[in-house]
Nanobody, 119 residues
Framework: QVQVVESGGGSVQPGGSLRLSCSVS????????MAWYAQRPGNSREFVAQ??????ARYADSVQGRFSISRDSAYSGNLQMNNLRPEDTAVYLC??????????????WGQGTQVSVSS
């Protein structure tokens, strides 16, 4: 099995910054891509950012230029969130698609970390 754990959420004022981390453990060969989604009460998950081993990073229009996704090891990655706005308030979930020997690409999700932006 594969476990995904997010950390780094919190409460900040508008214009502030947070750095979310995603740590992955378990039985897998490599991470193909890592992504972050935002989930607000009553809404479905919304794409925020993704980083792919072969094709690089892409972002939702709403966070382009403010958020930056990166990988810092074979087992972890980060989402740097700058110039935060009240509308960024959400639970942020990390998803990873992993390569395992003899098995198809499989996606796993963490439980999420809360980000709250208010004055």
């Amino acid at each position: 099995q594969v476990q995904v754990v997010e950390s780094g959420g919190g409460s900040v004022q508008p214009g502030g910054s947070l750095r979310l981390s995603c740590s992955v453990s378990g039985n897998f060969r490599s991470i193909s891509h890592m992504a972050w989604y935002a989930q607000r009460p009553g809404n479905s998950r919304e794409f925020v950012a993704q980083i792919h081993t072969g094709t690089g990073a892409r972002y939702a229009d709403s966070v382009q230029g403010r958020f930056s996704i990166s990988r810092d090891s074979a087992y972890s990655g980060n989402l740097q969130m700058n110039n935060l706005r009240p509308e960024d308030t959400a639970v942020y979930l990390c998803s990873v698609s992993v390569v395992r020997v003899g098995r198809p690409l499989t996606t796993y999700w963490g439980q999420g970390t809360q980000v709250s932006v208010s004055s």
